[in-house]
C-alpha cells in the first residue's frame, strides 16, 4: 500500500513538469508568433516605405521627362524661326526697296510665327534693353533721363519670351 499511497517520485516530477512545459511551450509559441508578426510588420513597413520612394522617384522622373520633351519641342519651334529670319529680313529688304507684292508674304510668315511664339522687337521710342537690343549708333542728348530707341536698323525677334535675335537700333539719351 505504500506504494500506491504514496506515488512514484518519478510521476510526481513528470506530471507537474509535463504541464509547465506546455505552458513553457505555449509562451514560447505566442512569443514567437509575437515575434513573427512583428518581423513581417516592420517588413511590411520596409516594403511600404519602398514603394512610396520608388513612386516618388518615378513621379519626378515622367515630370522631369515631360519637361525635357516641352523644352526639346521649344527649342525646335525656336531653331525654326531662326532660320526663317533671313526670309523676314529679305521680305523687309523687299519692301524698303519699293516691292509691295512681298508685304503679303512678310505678313502670313509673321501671324504664323507670331502663333506659335514669335514677338517681334522693332519699336521705336520704347526704353533701350540691352537684352532685347544691340546699339550700334548713339546719339547723346544730355537733357533726356534715359536712353531710348530712336530708329530700328534691322528687327530683332523674341521666341515664347527668349531672345533669339537682338534687335540692331540707333539710340538717343545721356551720353
Known amino acids: 500500500m505504500d506504494d500506491q499511497e504514496s506515488p512514484n517520485p518519478d510521476e510526481q516530477i513528470d506530471t507537474p513538469h509535463e504541464e509547465s512545459d506546455l505552458q513553457i511551450d505555449e509562451e514560447i509559441l505566442t512569443e514567437s508568433d509575437d515575434s513573427e508578426v512583428i518581423a513581417l510588420a516592420e517588413q511590411n513597413a520596409a516594403l511600404l516605405s519602398d514603394l512610396q520612394r520608388i513612386q516618388a522617384d518615378f513621379d519626378n522622373f515622367r515630370r522631369q521627362n515631360a519637361k525635357r520633351q516641352a523644352d526639346l519641342v521649344e527649342q525646335a519651334g525656336s531653331t ?7 526670309v523676314l ?10 516691292l509691295e507684292d512681298v508685304i503679303p508674304i512678310r505678313n502670313t510668315l509673321i ?18 534693353d540691352p537684352e532685347r537690343h544691340e546699339a550700334i549708333m548713339h546719339e547723346a542728348k544730355d537733357e533726356l533721363e534715359t536712353t531710348t ?7 530683332g525677334y523674341l521666341w515664347k519670351g527668349r531672345t533669339i535675335r537682338p534687335a540692331m537700333v540707333r539710340t538717343i539719351g545721356p551720353a
Not at 529680313?89 to 519699293?98: E, F, L, N, S, T
Not at 504664323?112 to 526704353?127: D, I, R, Y
Open 149 to 155: 530707341v530712336d530708329e530700328i536698323m534691322r528687327s
Open 89 to 98: 529680313d529679305a521680305c523687309d529688304a523687299g519692301i524698303q526697296q519699293g
Open 111 to 128: 501671324e504664323t510665327l507670331q502663333a506659335e511664339g514669335l514677338e517681334v522687337v522693332a519699336h521705336p521710342g520704347v526704353e533701350f
Open 80 to 86: 525654326l524661326a531662326e532660320k526663317l529670319l533671313p
